[in-house]
């Protein structure tokens, strides 16, 4: 059995029914990040025993849409909210691009480098590894990091999450047992709805290896 196929299998049991159902990502997202991933590591973009994180900006802010799994034991580690970038939209983030300066979040995986300390507190760098789509990601400072705007508090006051200036943000008291998990050299997938990117995508797209 392979890493993806055990993966899979684990979601679809329920993950030992240890967690709720919003706590899983949904099978077509999961099918899209497993076949990427497999081809990320056939290109030894990745290393084969990666974690694969996946955030589904397809959901509304509201929901936990951040999941680390571990395609090796199909286990899912940690599930929890994410915001998106200010000019992707509201509680639903429908607008995506890699421009400096554009406030947008950017799809497409990810590889995740080294941990440090900035002006969001505990960070962590992601390197864009689809040209076009995501590869500004350095020079636009794309990083996850903690914010007081990401938690359940201020969904319920507001009716969706603070929004970043394009960064998966997290909430403050997930940042370091995620980016801790995830850092130096480990996959991240990042999808919404935007047809262009399945068009355009080195890894999930019709010219993918």
Excluded at 50 to 59: A, H, K, P, V
Excluded at 91 to 109: C, K, Q, V, Y
Aim: aromatic share 8%.
């Amino acid at each position: 059995m392979n890493a993806a196929t055990n993966l899979i299998l684990v979601l679809l049991l329920g993950l030992g029914q240890h967690m709720p159902a919003g706590d899983v990502p949904d099978q077509d997202i999961l099918d899209l990040a497993l076949s990427g991933y497999n081809r990320a590591v056939a290109a030894s973009e990745i290393p084969p025993s990666s974690l694969l994180t996946i955030i589904d900006y397809r959901r509304p802010s509201t929901e936990r849409r951040l999941f680390v799994t571990d395609p090796a034991t199909g286990e899912i580690l940690h599930a929890c909210l994410v915001a998106h970038g200010k000019n992707s939209g509201q509680n639903l983030a429908t607008r995506f691009g890699n421009e400096p300066g554009s406030l947008l979040s950017s799809l497409g995986f990810f590889l995740t480098g080294e941990a440090y300390h900035g002006r969001h507190g505990y960070s962590l760098r992601l390197h864009g590894l689809e040209p076009g789509i995501n590869d500004n990601a350095l020079e636009r400072y794309i990083v996850i990091h903690g914010a007081d705007y990401v938690s359940e508090k201020f969904a319920a006051d507001h009716g969706r999450l603070g929004r970043s200036w394009g960064c998966p943000a997290l909430p403050e008291e997930s940042t370091r047992e995620v980016i801790d998990l995830i850092k130096g050299g480990t996959c991240v997938f990042i999808y919404g709805d935007d047809t262009t990117y399945l068009e355009k995508s080195v890894y999930s797209g019709p010219s993918s290896p």
